[in-house]
């Protein structure tokens, strides 16, 4: 098994690649229905007796609020966001009694309609971005490509630093990859988070056909009344997973340090 070369190749900038679902064209339907909820919200606040200034000019603030939101590519964001500012103005006018509670339900079909519009915006104009798609490794001999999702997003770089390995594995800015993925050549390694353990690694010399194997724990029984061995710590698993994914970014192999067994997840 080859070792670490002493000089590590220059990383590219991260390549923002095309989202894995583009953003759907709301239907007909929900078209149909914001626009009804808008009215019907705001018909129902001027029955309610609110002061007509003060409802309109909420709901316009409410409605660019959620239009933007609406065009956000993070669109987990997209819905949160609106729902929480409703929220948030929703306490202190119910609060205030009526007849300005009124106003709640101008707000919730302002928000709606918003979104619908952010969203419908966001389509379109994914729709007129050209298709970027990740690097053939194959394309790229001798390289190094990583690969990382964050729910629909994912991002590139070739030839990643330790810093760049360590800080996707960890997570940027708190936001922890859905999959990492490190190609050279044929071989290709995976850091995944399945649930049943905190970090899954696998490793193979050749992704299409295989086999794959993966970092476990050797189970050891502990001795007479010795304690039960605790598990390795997520701090453990984290520097062990970005030593294996430095190792493989710089020769295509396995880390020789770790416990590699025949993985039941391929």
């Known amino acids: 098994m080859s070792t670490d070369r002493t000089a590590a190749p220059t990383e590219t900038k991260p390549r923002r690649l095309s989202p894995t679902k583009p953003v759907a064209m709301p239907s007909s ?3 149909v229905l914001a626009c009804a909820g808008f009215v019907l919200g705001l018909a ?15 709901s316009l603030v409410v409605l660019v609020a959620s239009t933007l939101m609406g065009r956000l590519r993070d669109r987990v964001r997209s819905t949160i966001t609106p729902i929480t500012l409703t929220a948030v103005a929703s306490v202190s006018l119910v609060s ?26 966001r389509a ?17 001999p001798g390289r190094t490509v990583l690969l990382w999702r964050m729910g629909r997003e994912q991002f590139e770089v070739l030839d990643p630093s330790e810093k760049r390995l ?26 995944l988070r399945p649930g049943d353990v905190p970090i899954a690694v696998l490793h193979a010399m050749d992704v299409d ?24 710590s997520t701090a453990v698993l984290l520097d062990r997973t970005t030593e294996a994914a430095v190792h493989f970014s ?10 590699w067994a025949l993985s039941t997840r391929r």
Request: hydrophobic letters at 35%; glycine letters at 12%.
């Open 29 to 31: 339907t929900r078209v």
């Open 44 to 58: 129902a606040t001027l029955f309610g007796g609110a002061h007509i200034g003060l409802a309109i000019s909420l």
């Open 96 to 121: 205030s009694g009526t007849p300005s509670s009124w106003i709640v339900f101008t707000l919730m079909g302002s928000a709606f309609l918003g979104h619908t519009i952010g969203t419908a915006s």
């Open 124 to 140: 379109r104009q994914e729709a007129r971005e050209a298709i970027i798609l990740p690097t053939d490794p194959a394309s790229v």
């Open 166 to 191: 360590r800080t996707v594995i960890k997570g940027p800015k708190g936001n922890i990859p859905t999959s990492i993925e490190l190609r050279r050549s044929t071989a290709g390694l995976d850091i």
């Open 209 to 232: 056909t295989g086999p794959w194997y993966e970092i476990v724990d050797p189970i050891v029984a502990p001795g007479p009344g010795q304690p039960i061995p605790a598990n390795p």
């Open 250 to 259: 710089r020769t295509g192999e396995p880390s020789p340090s770790a416990p």
